[in-house]
């Protein structure tokens, strides 16, 4: 079993800036990749970013590992309205289980 937690949602004006962070125990050397998803009410859940690359906001959103490697962070920049949801921290093992933490809300509004 894995367990994510994330943290570093808010409020931020457009144009502004925020970090998430995403911290995993439990059977972490079982992880085989992490990303981040973010979902709005009545849509599906999209795919941001991955460690191993691929994602939907490419230029403005950087992920990043952190050194101890059960953390993994994402950095967004540049940010608009619509970038508004709850952003999810996944993590796939090599069983391909996909594990959900309980996400965090960002919201850019002036």
């Known amino acids: 079993q894995v367990q994510l937690v994330e943290s570093g949602g808010g409020l931020v004006q457009p144009g502004g800036s925020l970090r998430l962070s995403c911290t995993a125990s439990g059977n972490i050397f079982s992880i085989n990749a992490m990303g981040w998803y973010r979902q709005a009410p009545g849509k599906q859940r999209e795919l941001v970013a991955t460690?191993?690359?691929?994602?939907s906001v490419k230029g403005r959103f950087t992920i990043s590992r952190g050194n101890a490697k059960n953390t993994v962070y994402l950095q967004m920049d540049s940010l608009k309205p619509e970038d508004t949801n709850v952003y999810y921290c996944?993590?796939?093992?090599?069983?391909?289980?996909?594990?959900w933490g309980k996400g965090t809300l960002v919201t850019v509004s002036s």
């Open positions: 996944n993590a796939v093992d090599i069983y391909g289980i996909n594990y």
């Open positions: 460690i191993t690359g691929g994602g």
